[in-house]
T-cell receptor
Framework: DAGITQSPRHKVTETGTPVTLRCHQT?????MYWYRQDPGHGLRLIHY???????DKGEVSDGYSVSRSKTEDFLLTLESATSSQTSVYFC???????????????FGPGTRLTVL | DAKTTQPTSMDCAEGRAANLPCNHS???????VYWYRQIHSQGPQYIIH???NNETNEMASLIITEDRKSSTLILPHATLRDTAVYYC??????????????FGTGTLLAVQP
């Protein structure tokens, strides 16, 4: 499972409240990603990080911010949650399989967020 | 949008081979084809990837056509635990740099007892 945990695993919140989701990894991987998954859309990339304090936007970054102050943690923040951000959020890391020349992505268990 | 086309769903009998097709007619010469799967309520799981040659690992085989415009993922002896959504993905960017993946809606494979 590449040592990835996400917290919380489930959260219900109200519109307009701030929400922070945490992704934690134990294997010192440089690259980390946040995706959201909604019915009919598959997984869509929100933000990613290529090192401490180095982040960039994905395809659906509006309404989200991220921070990475240390290698093991990648935080996703919804400054003011909206109902359209109700989704399942997956964190991923990029790691190289033994004998491979390219990195693969490994995913965490997901966080189910409901915004009422 | 994802640059791949997959059937929405497929059925397969337990113990038989499952062959999942994918079209990627606009693939570039340096882009790889990746397959992931997602079992209900879990995070996606890497299966296999390839560039132009056929590939095999302990989970599956990947057959890529000579023109690279399509590929087939083969699960040689499907079990009920292989029931999942299977995603065919053309890699965006080079490994090690951004490694971004663009997911489509995938194929729901239902393995029947």
């Amino acid at each position: 499972d590449a040592g990835i945990t996400q917290s919380p695993r489930h959260k219900v919140t109200e519109t307009g409240t701030p929400v922070t989701l945490r992704c934690h990894q134990t294997e010192n991987h440089r690259y980390m990603y946040w995706y959201r998954q909604d019915p009919g859309h598959g997984l869509r990339l929100i933000h990613y990080s290529y090192g401490v304090k180095d982040t960039d936007k994905g395809e659906v970054s509006d309404g989200y911010s991220v921070s990475r102050s240390k290698t093991e943690d990648f935080l996703l923040t919804l400054e003011s949650a909206t109902s359209s951000q109700t989704s399942v959020y997956f964190c991923a890391i990029s790691a190289r399989l033994a004998g491979d020349s390219y990195n693969e992505q490994f995913f965490g268990p997901g966080t189910r967020l409901t915004v009422l | 949008d994802a640059k791949t086309t997959q059937p929405t769903s497929m059925d397969c009998a337990e113990g038989r081979a499952a062959n999942l097709p994918c079209n990627h007619s606009t693939i570039s010469g340096n882009e790889y084809v990746y397959w992931y799967r997602q079992i209900h309520s879990q995070g996606p799981q890497y299966i296999i990837h390839g560039l132009k040659n056929n590939e095999t690992n302990e989970m599956a085989s990947l057959i890529i056509t000579e023109d690279r415009k399509s590929s087939t993922l083969i699960l040689p002896h499907a079990t009920l635990r292989d029931t999942a959504v299977y995603y065919c993905i053309v890699r965006v960017g080079y490994g090690g740099a951004t490694n971004k993946l663009i997911f489509g809606t995938g194929t729901l494979l239902a393995v029947q007892p």
